[in-house]
């Protein structure tokens, strides 16, 4: 099982901007960042493929965040720019994704980073 590890989360106001990093252990071909905000449930953020033939976000960021990746370091980021209160939650990236039609749906992932903390104030 590959390995993951999150790193980037901090504190910072609404409107600024951070990029958080997922390190894998080895090669992944689609990864997925969720969050969970406190009382919530895990939610789907953005996924990404090898190539970027799937990437997709949640509606809720769909023009403020961007996922990219670098392959020759296993790492994918997520850029968060004018970031919300909302936005505050823990960040997951999620590896080894096992099919189904909902990408977003944390049950289909079988892999997992231990989070980033993200806190946005107004």
């Known amino acids: 099982q590959v390995q993951l590890v999150e790193s980037g989360g901090g504190s910072v106001q609404a409107g600024g901007s951070l990029r958080l990093s997922c390190q894998a252990s080895?090669?992944?071909?689609?990864t997925g960042w969720f969050r969970q905000a406190p009382g919530k449930e895990r939610e789907g953020v953005a996924v990404?493929?090898?190539?970027?033939?799937?990437?997709y976000y949640a509606d809720s960021v769909k023009g403020r965040f961007t996922i990219s990746q670098d392959y020759a370091k296993n790492t994918v980021y997520l850029q968060m720019n004018r970031l919300k209160p909302e936005d505050t939650a823990d960040y997951y990236c999620a590896a080894e994704f096992q099919g189904g039609p909902y990408w977003n749906a944390s049950r289909a992932w079988r892999a997992w980073g231990q989070g980033t903390q993200v806190t946005v104030s107004s």
């Open positions: 990404t493929c090898r190539g970027s033939v799937c990437t």
């Open positions: 080895g090669y992944s071909y689609r």
